[in-house]
């Protein structure tokens, strides 16, 4: 049995642009104008869509075009769409950096060793990364992914250490719960 390769998100259309198929991107990319340097994108099953050309930056993303996408409609038809790479065809991280792909999945512990639960997304909301922990009990927990609360990060070993803030209260299995209203 083939394996599906691990997929990175790299962005996402957000609309046409003009009337000959350009469509604007939203991207995930350090720099917006990169988000063509790792070959042609495919959809989130894995299959092949097509390579991106960038036209130029706009705030918040880039305007590109694509073979195959050569009017207004057809890029209409794009929207929303997300566009993503194999994992492999991307530069490893530096020290302390992270790709969001590739913390999903991670069992989540307190320093002590208990199991917290497992990472099932990750969100940028532009303020700082954030983790969400599904417990054991299927609870979901919104976690800042900052050094102080995540001060490890074992990818080898499929884990990583989270130090509670004091304003996330322990459920009474001693797992987190979500903050209570005043």
Known sequence: ????????????????????????????????????????????????????????????GVVVRAPGIGDRDAAERLRGKALFV???????????EFYHEDLLGLEAVEPCGRRLGRVVAVYDHGAGDVLEIETERGE?????????????????????????????EAGPSGEPAAERAA
């Open 140 to 168: 979901r927990v919104d976690l800042p992914f900052t050094r102080a609360v995540v001060p490890e990060v074992d990818l080898e070993g499929g884990r990583l250490v989270i130090v509670r803030p004091a304003e996330i």
């Open 1 to 60: 049995m083939r394996r599906r390769p691990r997929l990175v998100r790299l962005a996402v259309v957000t609309a046409p642009h003009g009337v000959r198929g350009a469509f604007r991107l939203r991207c995930f990319t350090e720099r917006p104008e990169n988000v063509a340097a790792y070959g042609p994108v495919c959809d989130e099953a894995g299959r092949e869509l097509f390579a991106l050309e960038v036209l130029h930056r706009v705030p918040g």
């Open 86 to 96: 194999p994992r492999a065809r991307l530069p490893a991280p530096g020290p302390d």
